[in-house]
């Protein structure tokens, strides 16, 4: 199975880009292909509670977290960028892993494609 990394690092608030990452990433299992994300600066504010998919006119928050569940997604958010947006209400539900700016280099490389949105 290929692995694929989607890179978002567009906010969510007037862009497409964290929605259609998803709507992407979970079309991708029909095909053979493991898909996993990554927020980058400010689309990390997309994984928290005040500013859920739902409320910004995506994919609904209950279905994005459905499939992250059914098809055990990864979601990956940099530490980092938690702090610099002073997100403290981080929902669960994502089942996201923080991982630091030094640790991006070696989750990027370790996919066979990486997409940047």
Same mark, same amino acid.
């Given at each position: 199975?290929k692995?694929?990394?989607?890179?978002?690092?567009q906010?969510?608030?007037?862009?497409?880009?964290?929605?259609?990452?998803?709507?992407t990433?979970?079309?991708m299992y029909? !095909? =053979? *292909? &493991?898909?996993e994300?990554?927020?980058?600066?400010e689309a990390?504010?997309s994984?928290?509670?005040?500013?859920?998919?739902?409320?910004l006119?995506?994919?609904s928050?209950k279905?994005v977290?459905k499939?992250?569940?059914?098809?055990e997604t990864?979601?990956?958010?940099?530490k !980092? =960028? *938690? &702090?610099k947006?002073?997100i403290?209400?981080?929902d669960?539900?994502f089942g996201?892993e923080f991982?630091t700016?030094?640790?991006v280099?070696?989750?990027?490389?370790?996919?066979?494609?990486?997409?940047?949105?």
């Amino acid at each position: 199975m290929k692995k694929i990394l989607f890179v978002v690092y567009q906010p969510p608030c007037g862009t497409i880009w964290v929605n259609e990452a998803f709507r992407t990433a979970f079309g991708m299992y029909g !095909e =053979d *292909i &493991e898909p996993e994300l990554l927020f980058l600066n400010e689309a990390t504010i997309s994984i928290s509670q005040e500013t859920g998919p739902a409320k910004l006119g995506m994919l609904s928050l209950k279905m994005v977290q459905k499939y992250i569940k059914k098809y055990e997604t990864k979601v990956y958010a940099i530490k !980092e =960028d *938690i &702090e610099k947006f002073c997100i403290n209400d981080i929902d669960a539900r994502f089942g996201a892993e923080f991982i630091t700016n030094d640790q991006v280099a070696e989750l990027i490389h370790s996919k066979d494609f990486v997409i940047f949105m």
